[in-house]
C-alpha cells in the first residue's frame, strides 16, 4: 500500500491555496465544504474566487507566494500553472513537515486529494496515488450509482442513537445482527422517503422488539421495457437487498442477473393461452415471504402502475398491514418509441399522448373509440398484438384515417428489437407477414411515420412503399 488512507478533520484549521484559477476553484469547494479556514494566495484572481472573497467565504491575497505564508497552516495545496513554483512550494512544505498537494503532480504531493461519494456524515474517499486519476473519477461515478442517497441520514441517525443501541444490545455480536436487520429493514425506506420523524420511530420499535422475529417489506419495481441500463438507481439498490424477487415473464435475463446472487427468484409471468399464476397466488407468496421476514422485490416490466396491475398489489399489502415502497420504471411506450425513433408528442402533429390496452375482447369493447379515432393524437396500444384486426376495424369505423401511419415494436429497447411499420388499412397484413409476437407496442399515429428516418438503434424499421408514398418525411 503506497499511501495511507486518512480522513482529516479540517474544521476551523487554516489551510492555504497558491493560485486562483478553475483549478484551484474546485480545491477550494472542496475544503470550504469540508469546513476549513481558507486562504487563497495570488496576485491576480479567477472569477469563482473572487466571488467567494466577497461573499466572506475566504481571505484572498493578492500576492505573490513567500515561505512565511506556510507559517500556522495545517495543509497547503499547490494550484498554479507555474511548475517550478509548485516545486518550491512543495519543497518548503517538506521542509515544515506540512502536508502538501501539488495539483496534477503526484510525486511532489505528500497527500492526494481523493474522488469522493459524499453522503455526510458517510464518505467514500478513492485514489489511486495519481497514476490514474480518470480511473478514480470513473469508479466514484460508479459507486455513486450504487450508494443509496438516504445512507447520509442514516448514518447521522444511528450516530446519534449509537449509545442507546449499545445499552439496549450489549453483546457485540447481536448488534452486528441487529445493524444488519436495520439496514434491510423499514428504517432506511422511511429515510428514502424524506420521513425523518418515522425513521427514528422505526428504530425504536427495532430496539423494543430486539430479540422478536424480522420484519418483511415488500418493494415494488418496475423494471423498464427491457435495456437494463434503464433501470434507475433506486430498482439496483432494490435488486441488490433482495431476499426473494417475484419478477414477470418480461423481465429481461439480464435484469435479474443485477440482483444480489444469493436472492430466491421466482417466476410469476403471465402469458396469453397458456397456464399461469394467479394473481391471488402472487398475493398469497407476497405475504407468505413477507411473513417470514423477507425483503421481497415485486418485480414488474415496464412501470408497474402503467397496466401492471400494481396498484392492486399495495392494495393487498396495505390491508395485510404490510410495509411497501413503489420504485417507478420507464413504461413501454416511452422506451420502444425513443428507442425506435419515434416522438409522442410533436408540435406539428400530435398534442397528446393516449395509453392503452388491448389483452383482451372485454377490454376493447370499454374503450372510447371515437375519442381514440380523432386526428393529431398519438395512441400507445399495450398487449394488443392480438387484437390488431379489432384495432384496426374499430378506428376505421370511427374515421381514424387509413392512411395514419403506425410502427410495430417488437421487443423495444433489446437487442433483437425490430420495428415494423406501415399504414391503419394495412396493420393486420403488415403484422402477420413479418410474423410479429408478444411483446410487442403498437404506436398509431402521425409520429409513427418518423421511425424510418429517426431509428437510431437496432435494424431499420421494415417500411413498406404505402408508408413513403402517404408521409413524404418518412422517405
Not at 501539488?102 to 467514500?124: E, G, T
Request: with cysteine; hydrophobic share 50%; charged share 20%.
Amino acid at each position: 500500500m503506497h499511501l495511507f488512507p486518512l480522513f482529516a478533520d479540517l474544521r476551523q484549521r487554516p489551510v492555504l491555496v497558491v493560485g486562483a484559477g478553475e483549478v484551484a476553484a474546485r480545491k477550494v469547494a472542496l475544503l470550504l465544504a469540508a469546513g476549513a479556514e481558507v486562504t487563497v494566495l495570488a496576485p491576480r484572481s479567477g472569477p469563482a474566487i473572487t466571488d467567494l472573497a466577497r461573499a466572506g467565504s475566504l481571505h484572498y491575497q493578492a500576492e505573490r507566494y513567500a515561505s512565511h505564508w506556510l507559517d500556522g497552516r495545517w495543509l497547503v495545496v499547490a494550484a498554479t500553472a507555474d511548475a517550478a513554483l509548485n516545486q518550491r512550494i512543495a519543497a518548503d512544505a517538506l521542509q515544515r513537515r506540512l502536508f502538501v498537494n501539488v495539483v496534477d503532480d503526484a510525486a511532489l504531493s505528500s497527500c492526494h486529494v481523493p474522488a469522493i461519494v459524499d453522503r455526510s456524515p458517510l464518505l467514500v474517499a478513492i485514489s489511486s496515488g495519481g497514476s490514474a486519476p480518470m480511473l478514480a473519477r470513473w469508479l466514484r461515478q460508479r459507486l455513486e450509482a450504487l450508494l443509496d442517497a438516504a445512507l447520509g441520514p442514516l448514518a447521522a441517525l444511528l450516530q446519534r442513537q449509537r449509545e442507546r443501541i449499545r445499552e439496549h444490545v450489549p453483546d457485540a455480536a447481536t448488534r452486528r445482527g441487529f445493524y444488519t436487520n436495520l439496514l434491510n429493514g423499514p428504517v432506511l425506506a422511511h429515510l428514502r422517503r424524506a420521513q425523518a420523524e418515522q425513521a427514528e420511530r422505526a428504530l425504536e420499535r427495532s430496539l423494543q422488539a430486539q430479540g422478536t422475529a424480522a420484519r418483511g417489506s415488500v418493494v415494488l419495481v418496475g423494471a423498464g421495457a427491457g435495456d437494463p441500463g434503464l433501470l434507475t438507481l433506486n430498482a439496483l439498490r432494490a435488486l441488490n437487498e433482495a431476499d426473494v424477487i417475484l419478477h414477470d415473464r418480461l423481465v429481461a435475463p439480464e435484469i435479474l442477473d443485477l440482483a444480489r446472487r444469493d436472492a430466491q427468484r421466482i417466476a410469476v409471468g403471465k402469458e396469453a393461452g397458456h397456464p399461469s399464476i394467479g394473481q391471488d397466488q402472487i398475493h398469497a407468496l407476497l405475504l407468505a415471504h413477507v411473513r417470514a421476514g423477507r425483503r421481497v422485490v415485486r418485480l414488474k416490466g415496464g412501470d408497474p402502475f402503467v397496466f401492471g396491475r400494481g396498484g392492486e398489489e399495495l392494495e393487498f399489502l396495505r390491508s395485510h398491514g404490510v410495509d411497501y415502497e413503489v420504485v417507478p420504471g420507464i413504461t413501454a411506450a416511452l422506451a420502444c418509441a425513443a428507442y425506435a425513433g419515434i416522438p409522442l408528442t410533436h408540435r406539428e402533429h400530435a398534442q397528446s399522448v393516449r395509453l392503452v390496452t388491448a389483452h383482451c375482447r372485454e377490454s376493447l369493447d370499454l374503450l372510447d373509440w371515437a375519442a381514440l379515432a380523432q386526428e393529431r393524437q398519438t395512441l400507445a396500444i399495450y398487449m394488443g398484438v392480438a387484437a390488431l384486426a379489432s384495432v384496426r376495424e374499430r378506428l376505421l369505423a370511427h374515421g381514424r384515417a387509413a392512411a395514419t401511419p403506425f410502427a410495430l415494436i417488437e421487443n423495444g429497447s433489446r437487442p433483437e428489437q425490430r420495428v415494423v411499420t406501415g399504414t391503419l388499412d394495412e396493420l393486420p397484413q403488415r403484422a402477420r407477414a413479418h410474423n410479429v409476437t408478444s411483446p410487442a407496442l403498437l404506436i398509431l399515429g402521425e409520429v409513427a411515420a418518423f421511425a424510418p428516418t429517426l431509428h437510431w438503434f437496432g435494424a431499420a424499421p421494415l417500411t413498406p412503399a404505402s408508408l413513403t408514398q402517404a408521409w413524404p418525411h418518412a422517405a
